[in-house]
């Protein structure tokens, strides 16, 4: 027998060995990255409605900094929150483009950060709300302006963000931030790290001054979530390798046959 004979006579099923290996393991890592996903889905879901309850909650006393060291802060963001203190001088503002507002606003504009002093002496920074971006420098100027005295606030604790790559470089001279970057704010405000909380707190919407701005109670609530075109892509994937493998193994086997009864 020669070894093209031989070679003729070797078995489909050795060649599909290999292959069927490659093919199982490729299969588990894709159905293992899709259920992933639907989990990841799952999570995104209870946190959405749990922040969607959180909202409608009574306000609770801020965290002061007895808590900080423990806090989760993602699980704590869009908590209603409730302090009393007073406003410091100092104002930042954070760029944005308001296309949803609750208020008479909207469009490009900014929100108006301030350093609060609460009664126990610990510091927070708090968004009074929207400005459009082309006021009146007089305008601007006053809405800059803190209210005076001892006041109660409530509001939603939000969590700080860092600018990425494609951030815009903060605007030190005009103080505006174009990420929500409070910890950064405090501290070109002057404002001491050490008694500064770990969040800040966007005022409700009935602490919008007479005037109108700034025009508080425009928390933005959004949370990406791709999971479940995550996972259908991954299940698509590995349901497109099941169908290549069968369609190779059926095109080998049938090779196989014709070569067969072509030698017999």
């Not at 423990?70 to 699980?75: K, N, V």
């Not at 606003?105 to 920074?125: A, H, K, N, Q, R």
């Not at 990420?179 to 919008?208: C, F, N, Q, W």
Request: some cysteine; overall charge neutral; aromatic content about 12%.
């Amino acid at each position: 027998m020669t070894s093209k004979t031989a070679a003729g006579n070797s078995s489909p099923f050795r060649k599909l060995l290999w292959p069927f290996i490659a093919a199982v393991c490729a299969l588990a890592v894709l159905l293992k990255l899709g259920f992933w996903q639907v989990d990841r889905l799952a999570w995104k879901e209870a946190l959405i409605a749990k922040v969607a309850e959180d909202l409608q909650m009574d306000p609770v006393p801020a965290p002061g900094p007895d808590q900080w060291p423990a806090m989760d802060l993602d699980e704590a963001d869009y908590r209603h929150v409730m302090t009393g203190g007073h406003f410091l001088d100092g104002a930042a503002q954070y760029y944005i483009a308001l296309s949803q507002a609750k208020g008479k606003y909207s469009g490009p504009g900014y929100f108006i950060y301030s350093p609060f002093e609460t009664g126990e002496g610990w510091l927070v920074m708090v968004n009074r709300g929207f400005i459009p971006q082309d006021l009146p420098p007089d305008i601007k100027k006053e809405v800059f302006t803190p209210p005076p005295g001892t006041v109660r606030i409530e509001g939603v604790l939000r969590r700080s963000e860092k600018p990425n790559w494609a951030t815009p470089e903060t605007d030190v001279k005009n103080r505006i931030w174009f990420a929500r970057d409070t910890e950064d704010m405090a501290s070109i405000l002057g404002v001491p790290d050490e008694k500064l909380a770990p969040y800040s707190i966007d005022l409700d919407a009935r602490y919008t001054p007479a005037s109108g701005l700034p025009q508080a109670g425009e928390t933005i609530v959004k949370f990406k979530n791709d999971h479940l075109g995550y996972a259908l892509t991954w299940f698509g994937l590995a349901a497109t390798l099941v169908g290549v493998f069968l369609t190779y193994a059926v095109s080998l086997l049938r090779r196989a046959r014709a070569e067969k009864n072509g030698g017999a």
